[in-house]
């Protein structure tokens, strides 16, 4: 098992930034690919960014391209979400992912563990 705990979300104003953290223990040489997804009120869960064990390939959602940047330390167990520019249309819970197959999958179902969330509300 991995469990996964999330840290960095809360209040923004439109174009502010963000970085959340998601700290990973367990199994954690079980989680080959870490990913962020988020969920607004109403909506159904969203791919955000998704990267590869070694840091090396990342994966984009469109819109938050060249705003967004995902990354990870291995010697902490910790991936990150670094967010610019953010919008309030983003507001959302932003969850944490991992998955035990390698290939950076963009389906919430592809991923085998979660977090619990951290809320990031922007404000306009």
């Known amino acids: 098992q991995v469990q996964l705990v999330e840290s960095g979300g809360g209040l923004v104003q439109a174009g502010g930034s963000l970085r959340l953290s998601c700290v990973a223990s367990g199994r954690t040489f079980s989680a080959s690919v870490m990913g962020w997804f988020r969920q607004a009120p109403g909506k159904e869960r969203e791919f955000v960014a998704a990267?590869?064990?070694?840091?090396?390939?990342?994966s984009y959602q469109d819109s938050v391209k060249g705003r967004f940047t995902i990354s990870r330390d291995n010697a902490k167990n910790t991936v990150y979400l670094q967010m610019n520019s953010l919008k309030p249309e983003e507001t959302a819970v932003y969850s944490c992912s991992a998955r035990r197959a390698s290939g950076l999958a963009t389906k919430f179902v592809e991923y085998d563990y979660w977090g619990q969330g951290t809320q990031v509300t922007v404000s306009s």
């Open positions: 990267i590869n064990w070694s840091g090396g390939l990342t």
